[in-house]
């Protein structure tokens, strides 16, 4: 099995794909032998017991009995192992594709979407499990019982099985065309999915943004026209499985009139055919219409799976375009470069232009540094390559003087402790927000790296301490709140490097300060601070000003005043605004 295909996540469960087929195979072999032992049954069986002698009818009515229970286990043992497959395939399946999102960079992640992830893990990865459970209950019991019922049919009525195969091939015909257009419009209904679940999600991370602006009534009716759309692609599909049901039973019924009206005058039946026999030609019939309406509920079942199965395989099937190398462990000397720019480009994905153009620069082991800029001058790029959630388009990042790409990213990311723009709380206790799971951290170091973020002074308040619980997305801090906890975080982390991405924006100047004079405090850790205040930066070893993409000065405070006009214009506007 190909590890990248949602065929590995079967590894496991070869037993139950083996024997429960076997077991299905044995319920309808007990099935096609129960319509004869009727015929038998209402043929000899009866007119023996008009004689008085009934053992013949009690010997066949045992014998069907055993066949039902022994049927009846034979179902039950192979639904366990159905059972067990689906929901082991389908478990270790959402747990191949989040693990796939660890492994892809940000690159791949931004082309797949957010929709469709949410999609895969969820409606792609259930329809796909529920592939493998009719795979193993009914795929080989509705074609086996068509086929087993036919063949019995010879043992009755040579002319009447020529009926039912001819009815048989015609049900067939149309269901391969019903198929063919609705495998085709399954599609079209899935991607219609990812749309309402792309907007939805949206909708639901931006409803204060749609309230303050009074937009819940364009965005409603944005989402009824989308959810319109998926209502008539799904009607159309509807359609055409609608079909299925009563054309079959038309079909089959046809046959049975056939058979049972006109059999002597139109296929010439022998005149000798007894009850049993059409009793037997009947419930054979029926087998046949009711495993083909099975036939085609698997088609859509399985013509759905097929469509999830192609979108989750392409997943797994992607490559980071980020190739780990081989660094695993690094000397660091304080005052020797520890992030070099060498002219570095870079553009996204398809984009025309470049964010980062000609950019270079070196921040030495132990620096604090500032970087500030415009909106869209490249400022959180920067902090992107160096984290290397993509890599350059052109030019080298040099990390300790060896080229970043060297490293093992899992290593480089334990070097580089990042608070983001977004911060992200997860719902759990404050220790486990801090610790991320890492139960080797003490109390004293996380209270300690509480009161440098100057969180300690809002944590120690609760009554149950570092066992206080955050509720979803830290929806019950403020936005200062979740900063402070962020950057707490990042330095229980002890990276060589702390990157804080705009990450004090919804602190008061104060607190901003204070949180910055605790960091700079801490020996020997280079500091990246991106920020818009220019205020926030004074004190920096250094200063980076990004203006559209290029680095436009390099300096302290006192020397950009001086050599910068971008630097000089934000300061003083931002000391203007403030005074």
């Not at 195979?25 to 209402?42: Q, R, S």
């Not at 319109?228 to 079909?251: D, G, H, M, Q, W």
């Not at 080229?403 to 990213?409: E, G, L, P, Q, S």
């Amino acid at each position: 099995m190909d590890l990248k295909t949602i065929s590995y996540s079967l590894r496991n469960y070869k037993k139950q794909l083996i024997f429960g087929p076997i077991f299905k195979t044995i319920e309808v072999i007990f099935e096609l032998f129960i319509p004869l032992l009727m015929k038998e049954i209402i043929d000899v069986g009866i007119e023996k017991g008009n004689s008085g002698d009934f053992s013949y009818i009690i010997y066949l009515g045992l014998t069907i009995l055993g066949l039902v229970i022994f049927g009846f286990f034979s179902t039950m043992t192979c639904q366990y192992f159905a059972s067990i497959c689906s929901q082991g395939f389908g478990t270790d399946l959402r747990n191949r594709i989040y693990r796939k999102v660890d492994e892809l960079s940000l690159k791949e992640l931004e082309i797949v979407g957010k929709g469709n992830l949410l999609t895969m893990l969820s409606n792609d990865t259930s329809r796909l499990q529920l592939g493998v459970a009719y795979l193993i209950r009914l795929a080989i019991r509705a074609p086996l019982l068509v086929v087993g019922s036919l063949i019995m049919c010879i043992f009755v009525s040579t002319n009447a099985f020529i009926v039912f195969l001819v009815a048989v091939l015609i049900i067939s015909i149309f269901i391969t065309i019903i198929f063919i257009l609705s495998s085709k419009q399954i599609l079209k209904v899935q991607k219609r999915v990812d749309k309402i679940v792309t907007v939805s999600n949206d909708n639901l991370a931006g409803t204060r943004v749609i309230r303050a602006f009074n937009k819940e009534e364009d965005e409603v009716n944005n989402f009824k026209k989308i959810n319109e759309e998926y209502y008539k692609e799904s009607k159309r599909n509807a359609f055409l499985n609608a079909l299925v049901n009563p054309l079959t039973y038309l079909i089959i019924n046809g046959a049975a009139v056939v058979i049972v009206l006109f059999a002597k005058n139109y296929i010439n039946l022998p005149e000798e055919m007894s009850s049993g026999d059409l009793l037997a030609l009947i419930q054979y019939l029926n087998q046949i219409m009711t495993a083909l309406l099975v036939v085609f509920n698997l088609v859509i079942v399985f013509t759905k799976a097929l469509a999830s199965r192609k979108r989750v395989n392409e997943f797994l099937t992607k490559e980071s375009s980020i190739k780990s190398g081989e660094i695993t462990l690094d000397e660091f000397k304080v005052g020797s470069p520890l992030i070099t720019f060498k002219n570095v480009y870079f553009r996204y994905e398809d984009g025309d232009n470049y964010v980062i153009k000609d950019v270079s620069f070196n921040i030495n082991k132990g620096e604090t540094i500032g970087i500030i800029g415009g909106t869209g001058s490249g400022k959180t790029t920067l902090i992107k390559l160096i984290e290397r959630f993509f890599d350059a388009s052109e030019g080298e990042i040099l990390f300790n003087n060896k080229n970043i790409k060297n490293y093992d990213t899992d290593y480089l990311t334990s070097l580089i402790s990042l608070v983001s723009q977004k911060v992200s709380i997860f719902s759990g206790s404050v220790k486990e927000n801090l610790t991320m799971g890492n139960d080797n951290i003490d109390e004293n170091s996380i209270n300690k790296a509480l009161i440098d973020a100057d969180a300690y002074s809002f944590v120690s308040k609760y009554e149950d301490k570092l066992d206080h619980n955050f509720v979803e997305a830290g929806k019950n801090l403020s936005g200062g709140q979740k900063q402070r906890i962020s950057i707490a975080r990042a330095l229980l982390k002890k990276g060589e490097v702390l990157i804080l991405d705009d990450s004090t924006s919804a602190l008061d100047f104060l607190t901003d300060k204070k949180v910055r004079n605790n960091i700079k405090n801490i020996e020997d850790l280079t500091t990246i601070i991106v920020s818009q205040r220019a205020t926030s930066l004074a004190d920096c070893d250094k200063i980076i000003v990004m203006y559209h993409g290029g680095v436009e000065a390099v300096g302290t405070h006192e020397e950009l005043l001086n050599t910068s006009r971008v630097y000089k214009e934000i300061y003083t506007s931002q000391v203007k605004n403030y005074e």
